[in-house]
């Protein structure tokens, strides 16, 4: 999401200027990643990969979200499209470098947790091609 207070013309607005100066004007995404400190986590906080009972491992203060879920893979998506057809970019970089140490899901039963790492990378991939 867009803090207007940082930039109050938006994404949009600082990729035109970017562009009135000359050059391209890229995106860094993360879109797997959620920091607790975030409306994301507040809302959703089952949407992390997650064991039950266990402490969550996080790296550089963030979780790894569920991409094995629709609704998050779905909103994500939203999320992506929104701001990359709101303005011009040129570049876009996915950092994805992340391990996943708990690969649990909250949204599968005891008998599906061995799928969720594959469905995971199905997620990611989903968001990726479009």
């Known amino acids: 999401m867009t ?19 000359g050059m391209k004007f890229g995106l ?21 990969l997650a064991t039950p009972g266990r ?10 979200l569920d991409f094995s879920r629709s609704e998050v893979v779905d909103y994500i998506y939203g ?6 057809s709101e303005a011009k970019i040129s570049y876009v970089k996915w950092d994805m470098n992340r391990n996943i140490t708990e690969c649990y899901s909250a949204s599968k039963t005891a008998e599906n947790q061995g799928k969720v790492f594959h469905e995971y990378i199905l997620g990611v991939r989903l968001v990726e091609k479009n």
């Open 79 to 84: 999320l992506m499209e929104k701001v990359l």
């Open 3 to 21: 803090n207007f207070n940082k930039l109050p013309d938006g994404i949009t607005g600082l990729a035109d200027k970017v562009e009135e100066m």
């Open 28 to 48: 860094w995404f993360e879109p797997e990643m959620v920091n607790k400190d975030s409306d994301l986590y507040r809302n959703h906080p089952d949407w992390i």
């Open 55 to 64: 402490r969550s491992s996080a790296s550089r203060n963030q979780y790894v």
